[in-house]
């Protein structure tokens, strides 16, 4: 059986986690050091919305160099990452707008991510909960018009964005929270998660 490692049941227990496994677990919402580092050290957090919004402000706060970090984690727009750890599951949930979608939409979208990567130098990054493939081809196709400074506040957005809602995953708050079977704080019994 492989190895997946659980999440930390709700605020409570990841507040009160050890500095290293802290950031090894803000890891799995924004793949940037930095990120772990600045939000684990800002603990402890009052609400669940306190470190979403906290996540999100760090996100928009990185230097271009951890942005870069944070994309390379990543896998393009209709590509599946492999594997079975959490971020790799979050991320194919999050792209299942591409699921079942016309041969010629996914053409479109591995041409648009080619020609991303070769005009900006990065993985084409978009929030993609909730979107279908045909909105993310779009957007993507507008967003080659950017120049580089737009794109990359676009880009930073579109990561605090994902990283607010994979920080109510990890809290078991948001879509697609902690994993079943995953046994909760004492103090967060009956609960899935802090204040919303």
């Known amino acids: 059986m492989p190895h997946v ?4 049941a709700g605020l409570a227990a ?7 496994e802290a950031r090894r677990e803000l ?12 939000v684990a050290a800002a603990r402890p957090y009052a609400s669940a919305d306190d470190l979403a919004d906290t996540a999100a402000a760090t996100v928009r706060a990185l230097t271009w160099p951890d942005v870069l970090e944070a994309l390379a984690a990543h ?3 209709g590509e599946r990452k492999p594997g079975t750890d ?9 792209q299942s707008g591409t699921d079942g979608a ?17 005009r900006f130098g990065h993985v084409y990054l978009i929030c993609a909960t909730g979107l279908s493939a045909e909105e993310m081809l779009a957007r993507l196709t507008a967003r080659l018009g950017n120049d580089e400074e737009t794109e990359r506040a676009v880009v930073r957005e579109e990561l605090a964005r994902i990283t607010r809602l994979r920080v109510g995953k990890l ?3 948001g879509p697609g929270g902690a994993p079943r079977g995953v046994q909760r704080a004492a103090g967060d019994a009956g609960r899935t998660g802090e204040a919303r």
Do not use: M
């Open 75 to 77: 896998p393009r727009i």
């Open 102 to 118: 016309d041969a010629r939409v996914l053409a479109g979208l591995a041409d648009g991510n080619a020609a991303y990567e070769r």
């Open 171 to 173: 809290l078991g708050t």
């Open 86 to 94: 959490r971020e790799s599951a979050w991320s194919r949930r999050e």
């Open 14 to 20: 990841l507040n009160a986690l050890p500095a290293p």
């Open 5 to 8: 490692t659980p999440a930390p």
């Open 27 to 38: 890891l799995a919402c924004c793949a940037s050091a930095a990120f772990a580092d600045r």
